[in-house]
């Protein structure tokens, strides 16, 4: 049995055969971009919780025993004793595999295109969806929805090869406030957002809504329905507040 350790207790573990400090039960991935290390990654958001989705973020973990294991380093834990390698053979193979696969998913981003340039992957050997919506599953969307904002607008809908990220029925849902933040977050751009005429659309949910107006400088600036979202939900502010934009009040 490993040792054992609360979680948050400082621990040792090696990247690469070198020590490190690290947090026990932290994201190894965020540990090793904390100390520089570039390990790519689509899904991964610090500010919501690791899904695993894209799998780009793999890595090769050693465990005391010296037993070699490729995982996904967003969703696993800090670890006293272990040896993260990064680039072995193994790993610089599945990750091209990964690549190509997201490439057929997403053959029109311009962000995916350049990492897989970036790790020699040319594409072309899996015919790409031209159908496809650009969109390769990762769940950050959902996450940042459901997490942080609390809308809970939009899910994953069906299995296998039709499985989407959609809104129930397909229809527009009146749970979106248009703030933007699944538009932020999305690695491949493909949800899209526009304003214009006073409304914003959330392009890919079809939720269009009218845009309130700032009383310093009459300028639309956020959706009147997403103010009065923040407004119930927060309570006990002086509703003044949300009558200016940000810089304003």
């Known amino acids: 049995m490993s040792e054992q350790h609360p979680f948050g207790a400082p621990v040792t573990f090696r990247i690469g055969g070198r020590p490190y400090e690290g947090t026990y039960g932290d994201s190894l991935l965020e540990t090793l971009h904390r100390y520089g290390y570039e390990v790519p990654s689509l899904c991964h958001h610090e500010a919501v919780s690791a899904y695993g989705a894209c799998r780009l973020c793999l890595v090769e973990v050693v465990d005391k025993r010296g037993r070699h294991k490729i995982t996904t380093s ?5 670890q006293a004793g272990i040896d993260v390698l990064l680039d072995t053979p193994d790993v610089v193979r599945h990750r091209r595999v990964v690549l190509e696969l997201l490439l057929a ?7 995916l295109r350049a990492l897989a340039a970036e790790h020699d992957v040319p594409g072309g050997r899996l015919e790409p969806d031209e159908s496809a919506e650009d969109c390769i599953l990762c769940g950050l969307c959902e996450r940042v929805c459901r997490e942080v904002v609390g809308a809970n607008a939009i899910a994953m809908s069906a299995r296998g090869t039709a499985k989407r990220m959609t809104t129930p ?3 527009e ?4 406030i248009a703030c933007g933040a699944c538009v932020y977050v999305c690695p491949t751009r493909c949800i899209g957002l526009e304003e214009a005429d006073g409304k914003r659309t959330i392009l890919r949910w079809g ?3 009218p845009l309130a107006v700032c009383q310093q400088t009459g300028r639309a600036f956020t959706p009147q329905f997403l103010l009065e979202h923040y407004a119930k939900k927060l309570g006990g502010l002086d509703e003044k507040v949300f009558r200016k934009a940000p810089p304003y009040r």
């Open 105 to 111: 998913m997403a053959p029109r981003s311009p962000e």
């Open 207 to 209: 939720r269009t809504l």
């Open 74 to 78: 967003c969703n696993f834990p800090v």
């Open 173 to 176: 849902n009146p749970a979106c």
């Open 169 to 171: 029925y397909d229809a």
